[in-house]
């Protein structure tokens, strides 16, 4: 079957699984039940109170090199039960396993994990890349809320298998909302200097000619390898324009860090892809309740600190 043309039919057999299973005990670490909810004041942050992912999700493992190497020992998705796995996507020769979150911080939450049996670490490829934007670009238009979101090793990234997270984020994010400036033509921005954070960003236009397409994405994954050729920890996030302006695009941040974060304190909230993407979920009621705005921006700022500055050179060269 042709991506292209049949991921509207996937994604409606995906959500229909998903449900179903989501309704038999055992299968899920909880049954997700997000009860509390709010844009933090400055109306950029979004915020979930979801204690049950903080107390019950699998333990992060650490991942030290962004060249890492798979760990037939560890905890992999070869090891997932039979019900954990949705659907197989046939894909450019392989498989795209698509496989349940045992911990899901959205409805739909799923694991986009390319062939699995090959034991790929958690380094993106193009074929992932270029099956991701493909598979967003060619959903319908009432299915925008559906998002696509990867950690690097050193960027929160909690298993050394290759896999990408396929969220369903209903309310409008700081990523749908942020101006961009143009920083290298036709499809590549940055965010504005009036934006209290830094990314660059890709667009990709849904009536793109293939060839076109393939070497807008080529250039995506350059940069990417750039990234981990030079010690670079970074986050991607995907998600459908849902602004008014830059039309029916799909648009890719790359949000890159200082450092390699290792401490994943569980109890508070860590700077993963969501976060850089305006959504922070907490499992601590008091922390909800008390986290300000400037407290989660200045906290990203940290960790991305002036690697910018590198960043944009490597576009200017």
């Known amino acids: 079957m ?3 043309t049949n991921a509207n039919s996937y994604l409606y057999e995906l959500k229909k699984i998903w449900l179903s299973l989501h309704n038999i005990d055992n299968v899920f670490a909880y049954n997700l039940n997000v009860t509390k909810t709010k844009y933090l004041q400055g109306n950029t942050i979004y915020m979930e109170y979801n204690p049950q992912r903080t107390r ?3 333990l ?4 030290s090199s962004l060249k890492p190497v798979f760990d037939e020992k560890a905890f992999n998705f070869k090891k997932i039960k039979s019900l954990e796995l949705l659907m197989n996507i046939p894909y450019e020769g392989a498989a795209i396993s698509m496989i349940i979150n045992k911990s899901p911080l959205t409805r739909y939450h799923t694991l986009i994990c390319p062939d699995v049996a ?3 670490p958690q380094r993106l490829t193009l074929p992932a890349l270029r099956f991701c934007i493909t598979f967003l670009l060619n959903t319908r238009d009432e299915e925008k809320a559906f ?3 990867y950690n690097s090793p050193g960027a929160l990234a909690s298993v050394n298998h290759l896999h990408l997270h396929l969220l369903y984020v209903t309310t409008d994010l700081y990523s749908d909302k942020a101006e961009l400036e143009l920083l290298e033509r036709p499809n590549i921005y940055r965010l504005s200097d009036k934006m209290p954070t830094e990314a660059i960003c890709f667009l990709f236009n849904k009536t793109a000619d293939e060839d076109s397409l393939n070497a807008q994405i080529q250039k995506l994954f350059n940069f990417i390898i750039w990234l981990c050729e030079h010690d670079i920890p970074h986050n ?5 324009n849902r602004s008014e302006n830059l039309g029916n695009v799909l ?10 974060c290792y401490v994943k304190d569980l109890n508070t909230y ?3 892809f969501c976060e850089v993407a305006g959504y922070v979920t907490v499992g601590d009621e008091k922390l909800y309740e008390r986290l300000t705005e400037q407290e989660v921006l200045a906290k990203i700022q940290n960790e991305t600190g002036d690697v910018f500055k590198e960043i944009y050179d490597y576009f200017k060269a």
């Open 118 to 120: 090959a034991g790929q």
């Open 60 to 63: 992060p493992q650490t991942i």
């Open 236 to 240: 991607l996030f995907l998600t459908p």
């Open 56 to 58: 019950l999700r699998r």
């Open 2 to 4: 042709n991506l292209k």
């Open 251 to 260: 648009k890719v941040f790359v949000f890159c860090r200082k450092s390699f």
């Open 147 to 149: 998002r696509i979101g």
């Open 270 to 272: 860590n700077i993963g």
